[in-house]
């Protein structure tokens, strides 16, 4: 057997849309695009989301909403894929990076209070494998340093101390506490690239939680000049009668999602609650045949929180990072293609470039060096899901 790691998962119902979407000749950003923003909303709770091109893209879009940009500084985890990073760099501003807890994927919320200073301006938390971070321990930290925090705009005097933006890229779906992600941190962005749950191809969106004083529509408006060029009218508003002529408020970005994306994922969102269901399932089947191996799992399910499945990751106990890539090439001898999630950022050039030093993050390392993860899409079956944990345990008695 050929186990891939993520395939996307597409039915004719996604081709035959894709197929619609071309023949109506809105191929760019139209009404589907439009229809996926308010179906998106409903399905988090929020009141209004912008569809981009990118999670990468809708994260620092965020940035440019609140304002953030050279002198300001932007906190996230070391343990992350660069996206969460990047995003803020592209605005001019310092990435600061903290460790996670001990035995934990989460950022060290001790050391995250003490990262703050009055030129930090966001916090990136990551929701990493679709579990949702402790969102409560965050707004704690975030509000016991308010007396520092100095708004560089109207959107940050209506938050009134550091924005806590989250980067729930892989979380679409997932719940804590009752609320979904999305409807949870001040605003969030969701990856829709070809590996995630829910896919457009390439794709993304940003949401948010309203803000007194400020109106939802005006943010969304903000996303839109940031995405098309500061341009104030998108496509589909120019093709009202006499409409043609438009401005531009300022010198921005393209980012804006197309109708044939958007097509892709008015489909996926129908399917998407039996997706969710059958990676939990996936997830269930793998608890059971590793509950008596040498590993450590990470927890999608709890009394208060639900994941999206998105990764199933696994710690080889008592092993190194040699070890654990040579389980990887085990596994891929045997048919199954694994992955590592993450390689933390201070391991990479262009961190350490700007003076990080993985020295420096221990807890994050040790998390790394002996992490595989397995494949977790909704094109497994029972049988291919037996025989990635039949390899597994064959592996761990081979080496």
Known sequence: MKIPFSPPDITEEEIKEVGEAMRSGWITTGPRTKELEKQLSEYMGTNKTVCLNSATA???MTMHVLGVGAGDEVITSAYTYTA????AVHTGAKV??????????EMDYEKLANAITEKTKAIVPVDLGGVVCDYDKIFDVVESKKALFKPANEIQKAIGRVAVVADCAHALGAEWHGKMAGNIADFSSFSFHAVKNFTTAEGGCATWRPING???????KTYQLL???GQNKDALA??????????????YYKCNMTDIMAAMGLVQLKRYPGLLMRRKEIIERYNAGLKNADVEVLCHYGDNFKSSGHLYLVRLLGHDAE?????????AEKGVATNVHYKPLPMHTAYKNMG???KDYPNAYNRFANEITLPLHTRLTDKDVDFVIDSFLQAQKEL
């Open 96 to 105: 600061v990076l903290v460790d996670t807890m001990p035995d934990s994927y």
């Open 227 to 229: 995405s098309l060029h």
């Open 84 to 87: 969460s990073a990047s995003a």
């Open 356 to 358: 990080f030093d993985i």
């Open 323 to 331: 070890y654990r890539n040579a389980f990887i090439e085990k596994m």
């Open 58 to 60: 809708a994260l620092e």
């Open 214 to 220: 400020i109106d939802d529509e005006e943010i969304y």
């Open 238 to 251: 120019k093709t009202k009668l006499g409409a043609w002529e438009y401005d531009i408020k300022g010198c």
